[in-house]
Nanobody
Framework: QVQLVESGGGLVQAGGSLRLTCAAY????????IAWYRQAPGKQRELVAT???????TYADSAKDRFTNYRDNIQNTVYLQMNNLRPEETAVYYC????????WGQGTQVSISS
């Protein structure tokens, strides 16, 4: 069993930055990849970024050039650095096992004011 715990959310102004952390209690390297999703009220869950065990990354088009996904395999932690945040990116952000999506964190709220 692996538990995923997100942290790092908060309230920032548009154009600000946040770094989200996905800490795994257990060996995160058993997963092929870790994904970051977000869900705003009344909207569908959206895939933001993924990072494989080896560190290869993918990003949603909206996140490219502003978000950076990286990991520390020794610390069993994945990070999502988010820069130049936009109000429409206000959502609860989750990390999950990918692609099976069998393990999820509880989410962390990110709010961006205009």
């Amino acid at each position: 069993q692996v538990q995923l715990v997100e942290s790092g959310g908060g309230l920032v102004q548009a154009g600000g930055s946040l770094r989200l952390t996905c800490a795994a209690y257990g060996n995160i390297n058993i997963f092929v990849a870790i994904a970051w999703y977000r869900q705003a009220p009344g909207k569908q869950r959206e895939l933001v970024a993924t990072i494989t065990r080896g560190g290869s990354t993918t990003y949603a088009d909206s996140a490219k050039d502003r978000f950076t996904n990286y990991r520390d395999n020794i610390q069993n932690t994945v990070y999502l650095q988010m820069n130049n945040l936009r109000p429409e990116e206000t959502a609860v952000y989750y990390c999950s096992e990918y692609p099976k999506l069998g393990y999820w964190g509880q989410g962390t709220q990110v709010s961006i004011s205009s």
